[in-house]
Nanobody, 126 residues
Framework: QVQLVESGGGSVQAGGSLRLSCEAS????????MAWFRQGPGKEREGVAR????????SPTDSVKDRFTISRDNSKNTLYLQMNNLKPEDTAMYYC???????????????????WGQGTQVTVSS
């Protein structure tokens, strides 16, 4: 069974950068989308950015589109999230996920994703 393992989280000051990685144990064959989500303390899980497969078209949310970049290296079965100019409000647990239903092309709702990693914590101090 495919597993997703995130890494790269940590503590940074505002304005800093981090790159998150999400390695799949095997090729996520059959997935239509992969995405990054986050969940802050006391908040609902929200979508951060999505990459459609196999096209590679990316869809970041408005709050991060000028700062975060999602990408994928198929040769390494790895999904990335490059985060620049981090802000305290970016503090959250970050999760990667894969969707096996093409309705994932419609939006960035967590309900469309069936495979999840365990998460990696990002903390941004002011």
């Amino acid at each position: 069974q495919v597993q997703l393992v995130e890494s790269g989280g940590g503590s940074v000051q505002a304005g800093g950068s981090l790159r998150l990685s999400c390695e799949a144990s095997t090729y996520t064959y059959g997935s239509y989308c992969m995405a990054w989500f986050r969940q802050g303390p006391g908040k609902e899980r929200e979508g951060v950015a999505r990459i459609d497969l196999p096209s590679g078209v990316t869809s970041p949310t408005d709050s991060v589109k000028d700062r975060f970049t999602i990408s994928r290296d198929n040769s390494k079965n790895t999904l990335y999230l490059q985060m620049n100019n981090l802000k305290p409000e970016d503090t959250a647990m970050y999760y990667c996920a894969a969707a096996y239903d093409s309705t994932c092309y419609l939006d960035l709702s967590p309900k469309r994703y069936s495979l999840w990693g365990q998460g990696t914590q990002v903390t941004v101090s002011s």
